[in-house]
């Protein structure tokens, strides 16, 4: 299944920017007349009809639209550390889109060597992957903040009336702390949670290759962040950060 993506949609009719046009009309030798399908990059599948193709985009109308085109059962944040090798990163952005992810925060830690991510070439990957992936939604990159001030977002996570939190927090690092493993974490957070009617949220941290500091620990644990284990093998970060998505898709993908 070829896919498409456009974000100019209005009024039955949507654009296909240059870059999505040359691909379509160009090199899959699309006309006017041919149903192609495109996605808007927040979950809906968009059967159109082309209606005229120029030199910088084409014009499209939409004959059907799917929602949750791709969709999980749950909405994942991923919060991890950029990696010293941007290609690591880049590779777990593919992947984490692949597998099922709704939002990556890089975050810096107190042990980071690499402080800033590049957001254009981030977010082409994060659609590519996510129409290579059939998946209508596309996953949102937030702008790098600070370990801390990612853990310190959630002290207001309000709890529910079984006394669980909205968003079950899990953490995962090296440190000798007796962990419960992803699977646990999840299996006691919805034990607890009364109401299984609410959308299932989860975020995970995974720090850099240096690990997150005790500090930074000590304030995640105070926030209700879970500390969890990913097996017994010693993981890279974005080993670790595929892992931990791929531990949720088993579950409930």
């Known amino acids: 299944m070829e896919l498409f993506y456009s974000s100019d949609i209005s009024g039955g009719r949507c654009l296909l920017n240059q870059e999505e046009s040359t691909h379509c009309i160009k090199v899959l ?10 996605i808007d990059g927040c979950g809906s599948l968009m059967e159109c009809r082309i ?3 120029g030199k910088n985009s084409t014009e499209l109308e939409i004959v059907a639209v799917h929602e949750n085109f791709g969709a999980h059962g749950y ?3 991923m919060a991890v550390c950029p990696t010293k090798n941007m290609d690591r990163y880049e590779w777990f952005l593919e992947k984490a889109t692949e597998i099922g992810t709704d939002r990556i925060v890089p975050v810096i830690g ?3 060597e690499r402080k800033i991510v590049k957001a254009e070439r981030c977010n082409k ?3 590519s992957a996510a129409k290579q992936s059939l998946k209508g939604a596309v996953p949102q990159l937030d ?3 600070s370990v801390k001030d990612f853990i310190g977002s959630f002290a207001d996570d309000e709890f529910q009336a079984d006394g669980t939190n909205s968003v079950l927090k899990l953490i995962a690092y090296c440190g000798e702390a007796t962990k419960l493993s992803v699977k646990e974490a999840v299996s006691e957070y919805l034990d607890k949670r009364v109401n299984g009617n609410l959308p299932l949220q989860i975020a995970i941290l995974i720090g850099p290759e240096g690990d997150f500091s005790p500090q930074e ?5 105070s926030c209700g962040f879970v500390p969890v284990h990913l097996g017994k093998s010693r993981l890279r970060t974005e080993t670790a950060a595929v ?4 531990e949720i898709y088993s579950l409930f993908g």
């Open 243 to 246: 892992v931990a998505c791929s």
């Open 217 to 221: 620990v000590e304030k995640a644990v």
């Open 143 to 145: 702008e790098c903040c």
């Open 125 to 127: 990957i994060l659609l």
């Open 51 to 53: 209606c005229a193709a």
């Open 29 to 38: 030798r699309h006309k006017i007349g041919d149903i192609i399908n495109v």
């Open 110 to 112: 107190d042990h980071s």
């Open 75 to 77: 909405n994942l944040t």
